[in-house]
C-alpha cells in the first residue's frame, strides 16, 4: 500500500516538553514538507526539503526542528520554544520541486493533531 | 513575501446550483496552480491544477480559469451536489524558493 504515513494520529505535549512528528513515504518522493493548519489560516509551510540531508525553513520555522536523513522519512519535532503548539499537522511530499511543473503535485498524510495538557 | 490571497473564506450555495472561488497571486513567476479539496477530518487532495501556460482546464463538473495579466485563478463547480462540501485550497508556486504557497481556504457549504 504506497502512500505517506503520518503518526500519531493525536499527540499531547507537556509544558517544557520536546516532542516529535514521523513522516514516512514510500512513493519514492525527493521533496517533502511539513505544513501546520489552525482554523482559518489555511497551510503554512513550516520546514521543506528537497532532497536527503538538506532542508530548508518555510514562513514558520521558529520553535520547530526536522531531520533528513533518509529518503523516506521527515521526522517534525516541537520544542518548548514552540508557545502556541496545539494545532493539526501536515505532511506532504512530491516527486520534486522546481521550474519542472509536473513534480509539484504533492501528496499528503493524514495528519496529527497536536494538543497541549 | 510573496503571498495567495483567496476569496470567499465562506461560500453557501443551494444544491444544483454553481461556486466560484477566486485566488490572486503576487509572484508574477509563478506557473503552476493546484486546486486541493479537504473534505472533514480528511486529508487535502488534488482536484485539479493548471499550468501557466493555458487558460483554463475543465474536469466534468470542475474547472480552473487563469488570468495571467491579473494574477489570478478561479475554481468553478457547476451542478453542486453535496459531497462538494469540504473546504478548498488554492496555491501557487514560489519558483524564486521552489516552493507552493496556499491561499487560507474557503468552506463550501451545499445547501439542501
Known amino acids: 500500500d504506497g502512500g505517506i504515513t503520518q503518526s500519531p494520529k493525536y499527540l499531547f505535549r507537556k509544558e517544557g516538553q520536546n516532542v516529535t512528528l514521523s513522516c514516512e513515504q514510500n512513493l519514492n518522493h525527493d521533496a517533502m514538507y511539513w505544513y501546520r493548519q489552525d482554523p482559518g489560516q489555511g497551510l503554512r509551510l513550516i520546514y521543506y526539503s528537497q532532497i536527503v540531508n538538506d532542508f530548508q525553513k518555510g514562513d514558520i520555522a521558529e520553535g520547530y526542528s526536522v531531520s533528513r536523513e533518509k529518503k523516506e522519512s521527515f521526522p517534525l519535532t516541537v520544542t518548548s520554544a514552540q508557545k502556541n503548539p496545539t494545532a493539526f499537522y501536515l505532511c506532504?511530499?512530491?516527486?520534486?520541486?522546481?521550474?519542472?511543473?509536473?513534480?509539484?503535485?504533492?501528496?499528503f498524510g493524514a495528519g496529527t493533531r497536536l494538543s497541549v495538557l | 513575501g510573496e503571498n495567495v490571497e483567496q476569496h470567499p473564506s465562506t461560500l453557501s450555495v443551494q444544491e444544483g446550483d454553481s461556486a466560484v472561488i477566486k485566488c490572486t497571486y503576487s509572484d508574477s513567476a509563478s506557473n503552476y496552480f493546484p486546486w486541493y479539496k479537504q473534505e472533514l477530518g480528511k486529508r487535502p487532495q488534488l482536484i485539479i491544477d493548471?499550468?501557466?501556460?493555458?487558460g483554463e482546464k475543465k474536469d466534468q463538473r470542475i474547472a480552473v480559469t487563469l488570468n495571467k495579466t491579473a494574477k489570478h485563478f478561479s475554481l468553478h463547480i457547476t451542478e453542486t451536489q453535496p459531497e462538494d462540501s469540504a473546504v478548498y485550497f488554492c496555491?501557487?508556486?514560489?519558483?524564486?524558493?521552489?516552493?507552493?504557497?496556499f491561499g487560507k481556504g474557503t468552506r463550501l457549504h451545499i445547501l439542501p
Open positions: 493548471i499550468r501557466s501556460n493555458v
Open positions: 496555491a501557487a508556486t514560489v519558483n524564486r524558493d521552489d516552493k507552493i504557497i
Open positions: 506532504a511530499s512530491s516527486i520534486g520541486t522546481g521550474r519542472k511543473l509536473a513534480k509539484n503535485i504533492q501528496y
